[in-house]
Nanobody
Framework: QLQLVESGGGLVQPGGSLRLSCAAS????????IGWFRQAPGKEREEVSC????????KFKDSVWGRFTMYRDNAKSTVYLQMNHLKPEDTGIYYC????????????????????WGQGTQDNVSS
């Protein structure tokens, strides 16, 4: 079982940057695929990125590709989402989620495939 805690959200102007962290506690973090989701006001939760358990595979939603990067430090049981060139449409609550997966891969899919979720961190991009 994993417990996930996000941090790093805040208020930033368009064009600015934020780095979100997802710190995990529990056993076997290095065997979990991690996804970052966001939920904008009035919209459904969407997956914006994922990273494989071995960190060799990352995938990004088209709208954030080239602006967001995702990486992990398994020794620290932490995953990061670096968000650059932020836009107002990036505003939302960001959640990290974990899925136990024996293969070093990740793919976008429905939110319900992830087993463990953090509480979320709010990100506001506004001038």
């Amino acid at each position: 079982q994993l417990q996930l805690v996000e941090s790093g959200g805040g208020l930033v102007q368009p064009g600015g940057s934020l780095r979100l962290s997802c710190a995990a506690s529990g056993f076997g973090f290095g065997r979990y695929t991690i996804g970052w989701f966001r939920q904008a006001p009035g919209k459904e939760r969407e997956e914006v990125s994922c990273i494989s358990n071995g960190a060799s595979v990352t995938k990004f939603k088209d709208s954030v590709w080239g602006r967001f990067t995702m990486y992990r430090d398994n020794a620290k049981s932490t995953v990061y989402l670096q968000m650059n060139h932020l836009k107002p449409e990036d505003t939302g609550i960001y959640y990290c989620a974990a899925l136990y997966y024996e293969f070093n891969n990740c793919d976008f899919g429905p939110a319900y495939k992830y087993t463990y979720w953090g509480q979320g961190t709010q990100d506001n991009v506004s001038s």
